[in-house]
């Protein structure tokens, strides 16, 4: 038997957005991880806190930069739940224009995860045809919003603007009737490759109670055979007005994970592809309301289906024109809190493939 010693080593952060945000101190016996210690670190902007200094409107900006690769979807949750507090109707149009844009992000979201994950368990033509296929998505949302990433496009009781031209949504439908072949190439490039099965099948599981008892949601919790999914179980905008599978699998592993992210682009083309087909002809896209909000005396919470998970917002009133207090539920921070569970007892060479399948660490966990 050889003998070993125990060694420390602090891994990460492997990118310069995470440095202060994420990094990982695992203890190592040979190549076998005996301890890990996930910190978070003190990197922190402190949006609930200055949310507290802003008017309802002035925060929406911050919102863009908790999760910066799918920002659409931290724009909806924040404004969703200042219109459910004032009780403020959206106009149709301006709920359609809210699910395409979201949608479409969610893809783009997934497509810097299928790359990033690839590249990081050794395959680099991936991220090569993810990042083109996200390209294409960007540039549909910088038309519509005026940003590539950080949109801003949300507005309480609506949307900042219209389509921006009238070929904009058939431009959207070409690029749905396209992006279904590339996700059919992706399958042929990467789901198949028996070397990606076996970096992924049976590592990283755990079951259906501890997915729960640690409050994972998203792909994280749907990857152990539990049917939940925030547009389904408590349905918001107008997705109750499309027919869209949420995608389960019973394994609990990387690779059931890796298989219902790619489950979940192909449902969100669907939604969008309905979306555009049932777009209203005319119609106002934000609702008539005072240039100064205030919100009446009281507390509301809500939760959206992020890209990530549950995403939810807290938002306590004293009738002012600033929120009290405001939270959210940030699902990056809830899902990395298993990282130790899984790790401990694993091969080093699977660490990075255990931390890519639970999550796309971002700007999301130090907000």
């Known amino acids: 038997m050889i003998r070993t010693d125990e060694l420390l080593l602090n891994v990460g952060p ?6 202060g945000v994420f990094r990982l101190i695992v203890k190592i016996d040979g190549e076998t991880i005996i301890e890990a210690t996930p910190v978070i670190g003190y990197l922190h902007r402190g949006t609930e806190k200055l949310a507290e200094d802003l008017m309802y409107t002035q925060i929406i900006p911050y919102t863009d930069r908790m999760d910066y690769v799918s920002a659409m979807l931290g724009n909806y949750a924040y404004v969703h739940a200042v219109e459910t507090l004032m009780e403020i109707e959206v106009p149709e149009r301006a709920e359609y224009l809210r699910v395409i844009a979201m949608e ?15 590249l990081d368990l050794g395959a680099i033509t991936p991220f090569l045809y993810a990042f083109r296929e996200r390209e294409k998505i960007l540039q549909l949302l910088a038309e519509l ?20 031209d009238e070929g904009w949504l058939g431009r959207v439908d070409a690029f749905l009737d396209a992006f279904s072949g590339a996700l059919e190439e992706f399958h042929d490039l990467v789901t198949g490759n028996e070397i990606i099965q076996a970096r992924l099948k049976g590592v990283g599981q755990y079951d259906a109670a501890t997915a729960i008892a640690y409050g ?44 219902l992210r790619m489950e979940e682009m192909e449902q969100s083309r669907r939604i969008v ?17 005072p240039k100064v909000l205030r919100a009446p005396a009281g507390e509301v919470y809500t939760s959206v289906e992020s890209t990530r998970g549950e995403l939810g917002v807290y938002i306590r009133s004293e009738g002012g024109p600033k929120p009290y207090r405001v939270h959210f539920r940030r699902p990056s921070f809830v899902n990395l809190q298993i990282l130790p569970r899984l790790l401990v007892g694993e091969h080093i060479a699977n660490m990075v493939a255990i931390i890519g399948g639970i999550d796309v660490i971002m700007g999301e966990v130090d907000a």
């Not at 479409?104 to 690839?118: E, K």
Request: aromatic share 14%; with cysteine; net charge positive.
């Open 14 to 19: 492997q990118h310069p957005s995470t440095h």
């Open 104 to 118: 479409l992000n969610r893809i783009a979201s997934h497509l810097v995860w299928f790359g990033t994950y690839l």
């Open 145 to 164: 919003s005026g940003s590539r990433m950080t949109y801003s496009y949300m507005r309480i009781g609506g949307v900042k603007w219209d389509v921006p």
């Open 216 to 259: 994972l949601t998203g792909v994280n919790l749907r990857s152990t055979g539990v049917n939940y999914d925030v547009r389904r179980a408590k349905p918001y905008s107008i997705y109750n007005r499309f027919a869209f599978h949420v995608p389960t699998r019973e394994e609990g592993d990387l690779w059931a994970r890796y298989c």
């Open 273 to 289: 592809k309905q979306a555009v087909a049932q777009f209203p002809t005319s119609g106002d896209i934000v609702a008539k309301l």
